[in-house]
Each structure stands twice: as structure tokens, then as C-alpha cells.
């Protein structure tokens, strides 16, 4: 679980410094910054969720070797 959490806090500060920044910053110009921290939070966690959602069937699907040279292209 630390795992799972270390990793989610990493992306978290990492999304957070690009577009959605911007997006932040606007939103906490007219509404309660801590609703915006948490929609945005929850937001995240759920692209995270279909992220690692699609990564397994896609490689339960997939044979390792195709993996492989996918990555590599």
C-alpha cells in the first residue's frame, strides 16, 4: 500500500505542474481552493485507476514479446 500511495502522490505533483496548474489556479479564483484540491484530486485518482485499468487487460491481451517491441517503438 505505501507503494501504491508513494506513486500516487509522485503523479499527483507531477500533473499538477503542467496544464492542470493553469486549470487550478483559475478555478481557485472563484471557488473554495480546498474543493478545487479535492476535485482535482479525485480526479486524478480516478485517471490513475482506468491508467492501471487498461495497462492490465492490455497485458493480460497482449503477449509479453508484443509488449516489448510496442514499448520499444
Given at each position: 500500500?505505501?507503494?501504491?500511495?508513494?506513486?500516487f502522490?509522485v503523479v499527483?505533483l507531477?500533473?499538477?505542474?503542467?496544464?492542470?496548474q493553469?486549470?487550478?489556479?483559475?478555478?481557485?479564483?472563484?471557488?473554495p481552493?480546498v474543493k478545487?484540491?479535492?476535485?482535482?484530486?479525485?480526479?486524478?485518482?480516478?485517471?490513475?485507476t482506468?491508467?492501471?485499468t487498461?495497462?492490465?487487460?492490455?497485458?493480460?491481451?497482449l503477449?509479453d514479446?508484443?509488449i516489448?517491441?510496442?514499448a520499444?517503438v
Amino acid at each position: 500500500m505505501a507503494d501504491i500511495l508513494a506513486a500516487f502522490a509522485v503523479v499527483f505533483l507531477a500533473e499538477l505542474g503542467d496544464k492542470t496548474q493553469l486549470v487550478a489556479l483559475t478555478l481557485a479564483g472563484r471557488y473554495p481552493a480546498v474543493k478545487v484540491l479535492a476535485a482535482l484530486g479525485a480526479a486524478i485518482a480516478v485517471l490513475q485507476t482506468l491508467s492501471v485499468t487498461a495497462g492490465a487487460v492490455i497485458s493480460e491481451a497482449l503477449p509479453d514479446d508484443a509488449i516489448s517491441v510496442g514499448a520499444g517503438v
